[in-house]
């Protein structure tokens, strides 16, 4: 296991800083939960999101569905047309940890993100702790994303970042392999409470 000192430390967003999920809509369009997941699961599917998040345009993305699927026309161009109310706000106790890295003055801190290039400036606008990182690669504006290695590559070069120094805070278990196998150190991110300690338990945190 990499031991090397931290200088850099890098969260994703989504599911760690801000709590973001396409259920915050739907239950309000599609009232039966369980038609909402099998909605969601098989028409909006988080491998559609993703090709937006990879730098496919929403109009795009929204046309292949709308033609594969156009008995659900409507529901479909809701996901992007009311976008912003899957935004269930930021993860406070993350949010609280970031600010205590930001003030110990010890640690670059950048975020790298899948999202899209189009839906990201309201998260820039609505959420002022974005604008405390150094630097912010997004997927949509790149046209690459996690898990693949080129896009932590764009985070590498792009701010000098020695990848052993870095440490990756992610929800999501591809997201940390795949950074764990271009040398980063990573906590796979479970909760806030839970980062908080193992933050602490490797010393980057004060108690």
Do not use: C
Not at 21 to 40: G, T, V
Not at 104 to 121: I, M
Not at 127 to 136: A, K, N, T
């Amino acid at each position: 296991m990499n031991s090397s000192p931290i200088t850099t430390i890098v969260f994703d967003l989504g599911g760690v800083l801000i709590d973001w999920n396409p259920r915050y809509l739907y239950q309000k369009l599609i009232p039966d939960e369980q038609e909402m997941n099998r909605f969601l699961s098989t028409i909006t599917t988080p491998d559609w999101n993703e090709e937006q998040d990879a730098g496919r345009t929403i109009a795009e993305g929204t046309a292949l569905l709308v033609q594969q699927h156009p008995e659900h026309r409507e529901l479909i161009e809701h996901f992007y047309g009311r976008w912003p109310e899957m935004l269930g706000g930021a993860i406070q106790g993350t949010v609280e940890v970031l600010t205590e890295l930001r003030a110990s003055g010890r640690y670059h801190l950048y975020a790298l993100t899948n999202w899209s290039e189009e839906t990201f400036p309201v998260a820039l606008q609505q959420f002022e702790f974005l604008h405390w990182f150094e630097g912010i690669v997004v997927s949509g504006t790149e046209k690459s994303r996690k898990p693949f290695p080129d896009f932590y590559h764009t985070l590498f070069t792009r701010y000098s970042i020695e990848p052993g120094q870095a440490l990756f805070i992610d929800d999501n278990e591809r997201n940390i392999l795949a950074a764990q196998a271009v040398g980063m150190q990573t906590v796979h991110f479970q909760s806030a409470e839970q980062l908080r300690a193992e933050l602490l338990r490797r010393g980057l945190l004060s108690a």
